[in-house]
C-alpha cells in the first residue's frame, strides 16, 4: 500500500510537473501506479522539532546528490536509467524539487552533510532548474540546448566540487511495494 506521506509528496511534485507541461507529450510516473514508496515516512512539517529532520538527514542528502546526479546525465545516460517504475525526465523535475524543500534542505547543512559554503550555489542551481522552460523538457533537448548543456555542466561542476566522483544513481530510498 501506498504511504499517505508519499503520496501527498508525489501528488505536489506531479501538480508541479503537471503545470509546467503545455503540450500534449506528458509522461506519467509509473512509481505511482505500481506501490513504490520513498523511506521518508512521513511529509515534513515546518513546525516539526529539528531533531525529526535530523534523523532523515541522510535521506535529503541522497536527494540533493540524486538531484545533481540526473542533471549531469546526456539524454542516452538518462535512457540508461528508464526502467518500467523509473522515468528519468519525471525523475528529473521530482527530484530536485523534493530535495530543495527548505526544511529538508536546511537539514543537510545542519547535520554537515553538505559544507555551508555550497548552499547559496547549490540554490543558485536550483534556480537554473527552474528557469528551464517548459518547451524544451524533452529527450531532444538534453544533449544540443543551451540551457540544458549549460545545467548539465553545473551539475557536474557542482558533483565535482562536493567530491562526488560517482554519478550512479542511488536507489536505496526508493522501496517497490510487492502487494500491488
Known sequence: ?????FTVC????????????TNSTMKLNLFSLFGCTSKL???????????NYDERAE????NIINSLRLFSCTSEELAKLAQPLFD???????????????VCFDTVFRN????????????????MTDDIPPEIWDWDFINNDETWVATRQKANELLVKLGIADRTYDYSNTNINPNL
Request: glycine fraction near 4%; avoid cysteine.
Open 1 to 5: 500500500m501506498v504511504t499517505h506521506e
Open 88 to 102: 528519468p525526465m519525471f525523475e528529473l523535475e521530482s527530484e530536485i524539487d523534493g530535495a530543495f524543500i527548505p
Open 41 to 51: 515516512t512521513h511529509v515534513p512539517r515546518v513546525d516539526e522539532p529539528e531533531s
Open 59 to 62: 535521506f535529503y542528502y541522497i
Open 10 to 21: 508525489f501528488m505536489t511534485a506531479f501538480s508541479k510537473w503537471l503545470l509546467k507541461r
Open 112 to 127: 554537515g552533510l553538505i559544507d555551508i559554503s555550497f548552499k547559496s550555489e547549490l540554490l543558485s542551481f536550483k534556480k
